[in-house]
């Protein structure tokens, strides 16, 4: 059996140790216990001052609530002792005299009787799995599935079971009999592990002996010293507590100025205050680093403040260790700090979940995603900022700081997922933020964390960075794959690449083979309902048909189990599409199932995956985009095939997918199985990871156009010369004899400069003594609306011709004018639809319509099947059609009935929509800096508002904080959260009860995002009074 599969082993690409072995040095010993207390707290006061600031006073009202009054106790909840709005009568008084009083009330007989009931459900016993008499639970008329699969299964084809269900039901029983409880099982501590978990203070003290350090001042250890030894049970008060935390922040950062670079023992926690380890362990439950977390914050590269990369694998607790060194940075170095990931649901999920700590710690926690972020942002005095970016914001950012003078400010940029610097037109926007930062500012560090590099020296030669990797996975992760009814273990490291493991344990019938020719159930069935799975499917349609698949041939037992929770669930999935549910959902989620794309709406999405996080669902079907988004981790993970749609899969994109398996915590070990087919089975799992190339030369050299265009208007550089200087620090330049074979570096560095002054975005300057190349004004609106190239001369064209008959009737014309140009190629218009939509327009709208070249006659010509004439601009037609479907979204606000209308599906409706915003921001930017479009300013102000939030108006504040969606904004404001202020002002406790389905965790994240946005806002006020009245 074992010899079926020859498979040839590529270079294995051995990963250096030499990081893990050498630099080891540990932080220094010490015991928890509460610190000392000492009076004042810097922030306070700052805000108290700016409460009694005449001018601010209405606006700071709503802040000061919880600000004046926040305190915490060691040994509670983290969140339990916030003022409340119960709690806080005099802030109520201010709120209900400028809006709401009565529904206060209702709020606390709300808590007092409305608290749901949640039905606890004990673990149901599977005692039995279907049959094939009883295996087909009665089904609803109504539950009509698109799912053509579904459609064409009988019942008859249920006649067999997969033997892997019998064995699960045989355990079952067994379970049962030894009257052992199911709970236990799923949460019961790993057994193995690699490498075992670490105590920070365990090692220290094995460390303490074996190596001498040097010593830092006096007065750093005493104060340490004492907070270490202080009794821990002692209760604190907010005063004391904030006071400790300002000392312990001063101390560690006067020993960082006055510690030579070597020493590195610097306080509690990293040199940090020791509330940060609380904090960690309260918010995270996370109680000990790992070993090489460990080591890798005591490297010597980490300790000087030279760039670094370290590469470990999947759940590999990468975050922890650059979020420790993020908030070094900011307290310690008391500088800001620059976290860039690579989408806006991370970006969203990580505000959430840094907010708690910024509202502990005294930092700002800033949102640049989608349309959200300020340029340049808001200067703050005595508080720094965590920005965290998508890769395209951080651009921006970065942009508007170096334009600013402000680059210095920002101490550490982190990239997670630093792979994706080889990852098309998005990856070179990650080198050209990189490049500019070396460039412009030397005391900026960089660190990048990534699981899957293959050519690291090539990414350490452009960042000038040292480099760290270790092979630490907390739990085991088995890789099998599947070659008919085998199941063969991968062992790169054996001369065969494949160990035979065993015979897939199966028993199907010819109707049942015929459709589940993979095995997927009996794959499935061995892991859930006990356990969670993933399964990685090619296509999203694949996705939908795999989960209504699967099923079928699931017992009813199966509809038993959390059924109270399930039920819930899929109440919320409908209230999140004002009363539609996704016929696929309707019919899963009741066996513990969903599929999971990017078809769903973010809200369903998010939905979902919070009923897996918790149990709720027990399998996924999923398309790769779950690989690389948020943390949702499997005892199995089943690739469907190896194919990424028609593409071959990656091996990065594999190694993504496979690491999802193995629960920190929950689980002993995890495994993958990738089903191949004979044809696949000379391609290798175990081939070496691939090469990250530059993307500047990508589509025909767009990126090398474009850094070059900004880099000559934020007056980085101004001759031909500097820009060859600054583009000899790309990774283009460090690859240049793999990417630039017909040409070189300095000759595509000249031919751009060349095609810049074509299109009229740059110009020679006319004297010599202005320098040497200048911006125009349209290559300085390109830059800092952020631009596409191909898309500005058009972009300024569609503008001005804007303002000689702009209609204001209504928004279709605005809407028009920022429905993004590159969308166009995603999709076809139904000319029928298109028709349809468009006879029902205003007469004005209509003459809008064909001042922009689509007349009536044009679409009608189209629905009836004729074809247009040669002249026609098919992408303003195409656009105008995306704008139709806005145009709707924002009439609307319901997805789904326009997902109707128009034939599209929601997720992309979702999609285009935020595409939209963020496009129309990036117009607002353009327009600014031509003085021709100054109407456009606030038009375009208001209309980026509308499409972010595409909502009733009443719950755009709710939806402000980060990833409140709808669904959850409507409960909040039912449950009588109105305002910002409410929310910030709200008990975790208290919302917990009166909103449907809030755990405890959202309830706090909720409740610090607020406090944070709220803060955040006030600060700004408080900036921009201090401008306008410097002598205050
Ligand atoms: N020291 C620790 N002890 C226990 N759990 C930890 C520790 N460090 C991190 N974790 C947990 O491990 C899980 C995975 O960590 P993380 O998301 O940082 O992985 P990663 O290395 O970034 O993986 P990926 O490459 O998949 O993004 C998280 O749930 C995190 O909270
Ligand atoms: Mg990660």
Same mark, same amino acid.
């Given at each position: 059996?074992?010899?079926?599969?020859k498979?040839?082993?590529?270079s294995?690409?051995?990963?250096?140790?030499?990081?893990?072995r050498s630099?080891?040095?540990p932080?220094?010993?010490?015991?928890?216990?509460s610190a000392?207390q000492?009076?004042?707290?810097?922030?306070?006061?700052e805000?108290s001052?700016?409460?009694?600031t005449?001018?601010?006073?209405?606006?700071?009202?709503?802040?000061g609530?919880?600000l004046?009054?926040?305190?915490?106790?060691?040994?509670?909840?983290?969140?339990g002792?916030?003022?409340?709005?119960?709690?806080?009568s005099?802030?109520l008084?201010?709120l209900?005299?400028?809006?709401e009083?009565?529904?206060q009330?209702?709020?606390?007989?709300?808590?007092r009787?409305?608290?749901?009931v949640?039905q606890k459900?004990d673990?149901?016993?599977?005692t039995?799995l279907k049959?094939?008499?009883?295996?087909?639970?009665?089904?609803?008329?109504?539950?009509?599935?698109?799912?053509?699969?579904l459609?064409?299964?009988?019942d008859?084809s249920l006649i067999?079971i997969p033997s892997?269900?019998?064995?699960?039901?045989?355990d079952?029983l067994?379970?049962?009999?030894?009257?052992?409880?199911?709970?236990?099982?799923?949460?019961?501590?790993?057994?193995r592990?690699?490498e075992k978990s670490?105590?920070?203070?365990?090692?220290?003290?094995?460390?303490?002996?074996?190596k001498?350090? =040097?010593?830092?001042s006096?007065?750093?250890k005493?104060t340490?010293m004492g907070?270490?030894?202080?009794?821990?049970?002692?209760?604190?008060t907010?005063?004391?507590?904030?006071?400790i935390?300002?000392?312990?922040i001063?101390v560690?950062?006067?020993a960082?100025k006055a510690?030579?670079?070597?020493?590195?023992?610097?306080?509690?926690?990293?040199?940090?205050p020791t509330?940060?380890?609380?904090?960690?362990?309260?918010?995270?439950?996370i109680n000990?680093?790992?070993?090489?977390?460990?080591t890798?914050?005591?490297?010597?590269?980490?300790?000087?403040r030279r760039?670094l990369?370290?590469?470990?694998?999947?759940?590999?607790?990468?975050?922890?260790?650059?979020e420790?060194?993020i908030? =070094?940075e900011?307290l310690c170095?008391n500088?800001?700090?620059l976290?860039?990931?690579p989408?806006?649901s991370?970006?969203?999920?990580?505000?959430?979940g840094?907010a708690?700590f910024?509202v502990?710690?005294?930092f700002?926690?800033?949102?640049?995603?989608?349309?959200?972020?300020r340029?340049p942002?808001?200067?703050?005095?005595?508080?720094?900022?965590?920005?965290?970016?998508?890769?395209?914001?951080?651009h921006s950012?970065v942009?508007?700081?170096?334009?600013?003078?402000?680059?210095?400010?920002?101490?550490?940029?982190?990239?997670?997922?630093?792979h994706?610097?080889g990852?098309?037109s998005?990856g070179?926007?990650i080198?050209?933020?990189?490049?500019k930062v070396i460039?412009v500012s030397?005391?900026?560090?960089?660190?990048?964390m990534?699981a899957t590099?293959?050519?690291?020296q090539?990414?350490?030669?452009?960042?000038?960075a040292?480099n760290?990797?270790?092979?630490?996975?907390?739990?085991?992760?088995k890789e099998?794959?599947?070659?008919?009814?085998?199941?063969y273990?991968v062992t790169?490291?054996?001369?065969?690449?494949?160990?035979?493991?065993?015979?897939l344990?199966f028993?199907?019938?010819?109707?049942m083979?015929?459709?589940?020719?993979d095995?997927?159930?009996?794959l499935?069935?061995?892991?859930?309902?006990?356990?969670?799975?993933?399964v990685?499917?090619?296509?999203?349609k694949?996705?939908?048909?795999?989960?209504a698949m699967?099923?079928?041939?699931?017992t009813k037992?199966?509809?038993?189990?959390?059924l109270?929770?399930?039920a819930?669930?899929?109440?919320?999935?409908?209230?999140s599409?004002?009363?539609s549910?996704?016929?696929?959902?309707?019919?899963?989620?009741?066996?513990?199932?969903?599929y999971?794309?990017?078809?769903?709406?973010s809200?369903?999405?998010?939905?979902?995956?919070?009923?897996y996080?918790?149990g709720?669902?027990?399998?996924?079907?999923?398309?790769?985009?779950?690989a690389?988004?948020?943390?949702?981790?499997?005892?199995?993970?089943?690739?469907?095939?190896?194919?990424?749609?028609?593409d071959?899969?990656?091996?990065?994109?594999?190694k993504?997918?496979?690491?999802?398996?193995?629960?920190?915590?929950i689980?002993?070990h995890g495994?993958?199985?990738?089903i191949?087919?004979?044809?696949?089975?000379?391609?290798?799992?175990?081939?070496?990871m691939?090469i990250?190339?530059s993307?500047?030369?990508?589509d025909n050299g767009k990126?090398?156009?474009s850094l070059?265009?900004?880099?000559?208007?934020?007056n980085?550089?101004?001759?031909l010369?500097?820009?060859m200087?600054?583009?000899r620090?790309?990774?283009?330049?460090?690859?240049e004899?793999?990417?630039?074979?017909?040409r070189?570096?300095?000759e595509?560095t000249?031919?751009?400069?060349?095609?810049?002054k074509?299109?009229g975005?740059v110009?020679?300057?006319?004297?010599?003594k202005?320098?040497?190349?200048?911006v125009?004004?349209?290559?300085?609106?390109t830059?800092?609306?952020?631009?596409?190239?191909t898309y500005?001369?058009v972009?300024y064209?569609?503008?001005?011709?804007?303002?000689?008959?702009?209609?204001?009737?209504s928004?279709?014309?605005?809407?028009?004018?920022?429905t993004?140009?590159?969308?166009?190629?995603?999709?076809?218009?139904d000319?029928m639809?298109?028709?349809?939509q468009?006879?029902?327009?205003?007469?004005?709208?209509?003459k809008m319509?064909?001042?922009?070249?689509?007349?009536e006659?044009?679409?009608a010509?189209?629905?009836?099947?004729?074809?247009m004439?040669k002249?026609?601009?098919?992408v303003?037609?195409?656009?105008?059609?995306m704008?139709?479907?806005?145009?709707?979204?924002?009439?609307?606000?319901?997805l789904?009935s326009?997902?109707?209308?128009?034939?599209l599906?929601r997720?992309?409706?979702?999609?285009?929509?935020?595409?939209?915003s963020a496009?129309?921001?990036?117009?607002?930017?353009?327009?600014e800096?031509l003085?021709?479009?100054?109407p456009f300013?606030a038009?375009?102000t208001?209309?980026?508002?509308?499409?972010?939030?595409?909502?009733?108006a009443?719950?755009?504040?709710?939806?402000?904080?980060?990833?409140?969606?709808e669904?959850?904004?409507?409960?909040?404001y039912?449950a009588?959260?109105?305002t910002?202020a409410?929310?910030?002002n709200?008990?975790?406790n208290?919302?917990v009860?009166t909103?449907?389905n809030?755990?405890?965790k959202?309830?706090?994240?909720i409740?610090?995002s607020?406090?944070?946005l709220?803060n955040?806002?006030a600060?700004?006020?408080?900036?921009?009074y201090?401008c306008?009245?410097?002598?205050y």
């Amino acid at each position: 059996m074992s010899g079926e599969i020859k498979v040839r082993r590529v270079s294995s690409g051995k990963r250096s140790r030499d990081g893990q072995r050498s630099h080891l040095t540990p932080a220094r010993k010490r015991t928890s216990g509460s610190a000392q207390q000492c009076p004042g707290s810097t922030g306070e006061i700052e805000l108290s001052r700016a409460m009694m600031t005449q001018s601010l006073h209405g606006k700071f009202n709503e802040v000061g609530g919880w600000l004046n009054s926040r305190k915490t106790n060691d040994t509670e909840d983290l969140f339990g002792d916030y003022d409340s709005i119960l709690a806080d009568s005099s802030f109520l008084a201010k709120l209900d005299g400028a809006e709401e009083n009565a529904k206060q009330n209702d709020i606390h007989s709300a808590t007092r009787t409305k608290c749901p009931v949640v039905q606890k459900y004990d673990n149901i016993d599977f005692t039995s799995l279907k049959s094939s008499t009883d295996n087909c639970p009665k089904r609803s008329c109504d539950d009509s599935m698109t799912d053509s699969i579904l459609e064409g299964l009988g019942d008859d084809s249920l006649i067999d079971i997969p033997s892997s269900q019998l064995a699960f039901q045989q355990d079952i029983l067994q379970t049962a009999e030894n009257n052992c409880c199911t709970d236990e099982d799923i949460t019961s501590t790993p057994v193995r592990h690699p490498e075992k978990s670490f105590s920070v203070e365990n090692r220290n003290e094995s460390h303490i002996t074996h190596k001498a350090r =040097k010593s830092i001042s006096d007065h750093l250890k005493r104060t340490m010293m004492g907070n270490a030894t202080a009794p821990s049970s002692v209760s604190r008060t907010a005063v004391q507590e904030a006071a400790i935390v300002t000392k312990e922040i001063n101390v560690a950062m006067e020993a960082m100025k006055a510690v030579s670079v070597e020493t590195t023992d610097l306080g509690p926690f990293f040199g940090l205050p020791t509330k940060v380890k609380e904090l960690i362990r309260n918010l995270k439950g996370i109680n000990d680093l790992y070993e090489w977390q460990n080591t890798c914050l005591n490297l010597d590269s980490v300790q000087q403040r030279r760039n670094l990369i370290y590469s470990l694998p999947t759940s590999g607790g990468k975050t922890l260790v650059a979020e420790i060194l993020i908030l =070094k940075e900011l307290l310690c170095r008391n500088k800001d700090a620059l976290f860039i990931l690579p989408y806006i649901s991370l970006v969203q999920e990580k505000v959430r979940g840094l907010a708690s700590f910024g509202v502990e710690l005294d930092f700002m926690v800033e949102e640049y995603a989608g349309s959200k972020g300020r340029f340049p942002p808001v200067k703050r005095r005595g508080k720094r900022s965590l920005y965290i970016a998508t890769i395209e914001k951080a651009h921006s950012l970065v942009n508007s700081l170096i334009e600013a003078n402000r680059l210095d400010n920002v101490g550490l940029v982190v990239v997670d997922e630093l792979h994706m610097l080889g990852d098309g037109s998005r990856g070179a926007i990650i080198e050209m933020t990189l490049a500019k930062v070396i460039y412009v500012s030397n005391l900026t560090q960089i660190i990048g964390m990534s699981a899957t590099l293959g050519n690291v020296q090539d990414l350490q030669r452009f960042l000038k960075a040292e480099n760290y990797t270790n092979d630490f996975r907390p739990i085991e992760l088995k890789e099998y794959v599947k070659l008919k009814d085998s199941i063969y273990e991968v062992t790169p490291k054996e001369e065969e690449c494949f160990r035979f493991s065993r015979l897939l344990n199966f028993k199907y019938s010819s109707a049942m083979q015929n459709i589940d020719q993979d095995h997927i159930v009996a794959l499935v069935t061995e892991v859930i309902p006990r356990q969670s799975c993933l399964v990685f499917c090619p296509t999203k349609k694949n996705c939908e048909n795999v989960a209504a698949m699967i099923c079928k041939y699931l017992t009813k037992e199966f509809l038993q189990h959390k059924l109270a929770e399930k039920a819930t669930l899929l109440g919320e999935l409908k209230n999140s599409g004002n009363g539609s549910l996704c016929p696929v959902l309707r019919k899963t989620v009741p066996y513990g199932l969903a599929y999971h794309h990017s078809g769903l709406t973010s809200e369903e999405r998010k939905l979902v995956e919070e009923a897996y996080s918790s149990g709720v669902l027990c399998l996924l079907t999923c398309t790769s985009t779950l690989a690389a988004g948020i943390n949702l981790p499997a005892r199995r993970v089943i690739l469907r095939s190896p194919y990424v749609a028609a593409d071959f899969l990656k091996r990065s994109q594999y190694k993504q997918m496979v690491g999802r398996a193995g629960r920190a915590g929950i689980d002993t070990h995890g495994e993958s199985i990738l089903i191949i087919q004979d044809k696949d089975k000379e391609l290798l799992v175990s081939a070496p990871m691939e090469i990250c190339k530059s993307n500047l030369m990508y589509d025909n050299g767009k990126g090398v156009l474009s850094l070059i265009l900004s880099l000559i208007g934020l007056n980085i550089t101004n001759s031909l010369q500097q820009v060859m200087d600054f583009m000899r620090g790309t990774l283009l330049s460090v690859q240049e004899k793999q990417l630039c074979l017909e040409r070189s570096l300095w000759e595509v560095t000249q031919d751009c400069v060349e095609q810049l002054k074509q299109k009229g975005l740059v110009t020679e300057a006319a004297k010599p003594k202005e320098g040497g190349l200048q911006v125009t004004n349209l290559g300085r609106a390109t830059y800092k609306g952020s631009v596409d190239l191909t898309y500005c001369e058009v972009l300024y064209r569609d503008l001005s011709k804007g303002l000689e008959c702009l209609m204001l009737g209504s928004f279709l014309h605005l809407v028009y004018l920022v429905t993004p140009y590159d969308m166009v190629s995603q999709f076809k218009p139904d000319w029928m639809v298109y028709f349809r939509q468009f006879t029902m327009l205003s007469d004005v709208e209509q003459k809008m319509c064909a001042a922009v070249g689509v007349p009536e006659s044009l679409i009608a010509r189209k629905a009836a099947g004729q074809n247009m004439k040669k002249n026609v601009d098919l992408v303003g037609v195409n656009r105008l059609y995306m704008a139709l479907v806005l145009l709707s979204l924002l009439k609307e606000t319901d997805l789904w009935s326009v997902a109707n209308k128009f034939q599209l599906s929601r997720g992309f409706l979702q999609t285009l929509l935020s595409s939209s915003s963020a496009f129309c921001s990036c117009v607002l930017h353009f327009t600014e800096e031509l003085e021709e479009f100054w109407p456009f300013k606030a038009l375009l102000t208001e209309l980026t508002r509308r499409l972010t939030y595409c909502v009733q108006a009443e719950l755009i504040p709710l939806m402000e904080v980060a990833g409140v969606m709808e669904g959850r904004a409507k409960h909040l404001y039912n449950a009588g959260y109105k305002t910002l202020a409410h929310l910030a002002n709200a008990d975790p406790n208290i919302l917990v009860k009166t909103v449907e389905n809030l755990f405890k965790k959202q309830a706090n994240q909720i409740v610090a995002s607020a406090k944070m946005l709220l803060n955040e806002k006030a600060d700004a006020l408080q900036q921009e009074y201090l401008c306008e009245n410097p002598f205050y």
